[in-house]
């Protein structure tokens, strides 16, 4: 999704700091939308599509905190940042729970290229799994997050695609019968040890699970796919402000990168 197509809504009560920053996204070619309150950004999204809101915590009649929730009830895979004008390590823990992103006001110097590197963010992602109805099943779910992601019947399937494209995160299921999950997953990271792994199986095995811990990888039941879908959008949020920091970095804004990936590191 191109930077242009994105529509970005800025929830702040500071109407002078609103038009600051809405003024600073059009100059990004993000299409703007502004609320000065929760219930005024609330009925813009659920009007239109939104792709990003930047959401201020102290406003008065609804916080930060309760608008970004509601906003997720809208639009479970919009991505939220939240500001704030003072550091407070409880509220970013929230935050996080949220699947959102927190930012200080007092230093938001990289804020801007954060936005810009999670907007072009193009995480791939690879199903892999012998049964064609589930595979179907798992990848239209994953389309409706808003990705589009690759499949394979098979590991040797698998591996070829893996030789060819950059992949993020892939989701294998245990029991197939060329090469078993825990065997792709050991593969995979022998092509890529960065990749994110999510083993899928039928059955509950403990020996199985500890199995694939050892691989650094996770371990989720096809009976609880509840559990999986929760940790997925975790997995993704860090997936993308991995990407965003990198991103950063290659710019050559190692500081402001280094405080994404660890906002507790200050520069000097």
């Known amino acids: 999704m191109k930077k242009d197509k994105l529509t970005l809504l ?11 920053m809405a003024e600073r996204a059009r100059m990004r070619d993000y299409t703007v939308l502004t609320a000065t ?14 792709h990003i809101a930047v959401v201020d915590q102290q406003m008065p009649g609804m916080e930060g905190l309760v608008v970004i929730t509601r906003l997720k009830a809208i639009a479970p895979d919009m991505k939220t940042l939240l500001l704030t004008g003072h550091g407070d ?10 699947n959102s992103t927190y930012f200080d006001k007092e230093d938001i110097s990289g804020f801007w290229d954060f936005l ?7 995480i791939n992602i690879l199903l892999v799994d012998d049964n064609p109805k589930f595979l179907r099943t798992l990848s239209d779910r994953i389309k409706l997050k808003g ?4 499949t394979a019947l098979n590991g040797k399937q698998a591996l070829e695609i893996m030789k060819s494209t950059r992949i993020q995160l892939a989701i294998v299921d245990q029991r197939m019968p060329d090469m078993d999950g825990l065997e792709v997953i ?9 990749i994110k792994t999510m083993l899928l199986t039928g059955h509950g095995d403990e020996k199985l699970k500890e199995a694939t811990e050892a691989l ?5 039941e096809k009976e609880d796919m509840g559990s999986f879908w929760g940790f997925f ?3 993704l949020r860090n997936l993308e402000t991995s990407m965003a920091a990198a991103g950063m970095a290659e710019d050559g804004d190692q500081e402001d990168a280094v405080k994404i990936e660890d906002p507790k590191k200050k520069s000097k």
């Open 89 to 98: 390590e409880k509220l970013k823990e929230v935050t996080e729970a949220l």
């Open 233 to 235: 959008r975790k997995i």
């Open 37 to 50: 309150d929760g219930e005024q950004a609330i009925k813009i999204a659920s009007k239109q599509t939104v």
């Open 186 to 194: 050991t593969q995979l990271k022998k092509i890529d040890p960065s």
């Open 216 to 220: 650094n990888s996770s371990y989720f």
């Open 10 to 20: 800025l929830v702040d009560d500071n109407e002078k700091f609103l038009n600051s």
């Open 116 to 122: 810009a590197n999670l907007s072009l963010g193009n």
């Open 147 to 150: 990705h589009d992601p690759l």
